[in-house]
């Protein structure tokens, strides 16, 4: 029996992409998740993390969907982030093709959860035996295991941006002090928000309705 693990990673920063992260593997396996000392990827170290992400391929397979800033605001204009995640939920359910799915859970009603991914699928969810629970991540090994591979793909993602723009500001969530600074920067320089930027987000609408003020009363 094929059991699939989901998670997401980056569903609530103002800078770059959010990833669903899938982990598939025969049911006869999953103890091997926990030898390998799988756990919610909150509670690893990175270096713990990418250790145990480099060996999940001898388990199993890893499946990772990427929504971008851009594409998260679009589909902002006629859903919410958690529509969002159910359809990433949903393609990374219809690509492994599994006999048990389980998912970590975003709202309060887990089989109206269910449902809404059931329908968002492609696949034909007739035999597949489904669980959703709040905080799957920290009590199912392959649920666990989605989450370091959704995580890896996020933070892989950031540490390109940080590259690319020559300047660390740490994980991109509204609260990080030097996120804030580096889009103000930003924008300072020129004149608009950096394209990985949600700015559908109130923290982006903010930045640029502030930096709007600042130039009326610089003129």
């Given at each position: 029996m094929k059991v699939l693990g989901i998670d997401e990673a980056g569903r609530g920063p103002v800078i770059g992409s959010m990833f669903i992260g899938g982990f598939v593997t025969d049911e006869k396996d999953l103890d091997r998740l926990e030898d390998l000392g799988v756990k919610d990827s909150k509670k690893?170290?990175?270096?713990?993390?990418?250790?145990?992400?480099?060996?999940?391929?001898?388990?199993?397979?890893?499946?990772?969907?990427?929504?971008?800033?851009?594409?998260?605001?679009?589909?902002?204009?006629?859903?919410?982030?958690n529509r969002i995640e159910i359809k990433g939920f949903a393609r990374v359910i219809d690509q492994a093709d599994p006999d048990k799915v389980v998912m970590d859970l975003p709202e309060p009603d887990a089989?109206?959860?269910?449902?809404k991914v059931k329908k968002s699928m492609n696949s034909d969810s007739t035999d597949v035996e489904f669980t959703a629970e709040h905080g799957a991540d920290d009590s199912f090994p392959v649920v666990?295991?989605?989450?370091?591979?959704?995580?890896?793909?996020?933070?892989?993602?950031?540490?390109?941006?940080?590259?690319?723009?020559?300047?660390?500001?740490?994980?991109?969530?509204?609260?990080?002090?030097?996120?804030?600074?580096?889009?103000?920067?930003?924008?300072?320089q020129e004149g608009d928000l950096?394209?990985?930027?949600?700015?559908?987000?109130?923290?982006?609408?903010?930045?640029?309705?502030?930096?709007?003020?600042?130039?009326?009363?610089?003129?």
């Open positions: 690893l170290s990175d270096s713990r993390r990418e250790g145990i992400r480099e060996n999940l391929g001898e388990i199993g397979d890893s499946i990772v969907e990427e929504f971008t800033a851009s594409s998260i605001d679009s589909m902002m204009e006629g859903m919410t982030i089989e109206e959860f269910i449902e666990s295991a989605a989450s370091i591979v959704a995580k890896s793909a996020r933070e892989s993602h950031v540490e390109e941006l940080h590259s690319k723009y020559g300047y660390d500001f740490a994980s991109g969530y509204p609260h990080d002090k030097p996120t804030i600074n580096f889009l103000e920067r930003y924008l300072d950096p394209p990985e930027t949600r700015r559908s987000w109130s923290t982006a609408e903010r930045l640029v309705d502030q930096h709007r003020q600042n130039s009326i009363s610089d003129f």
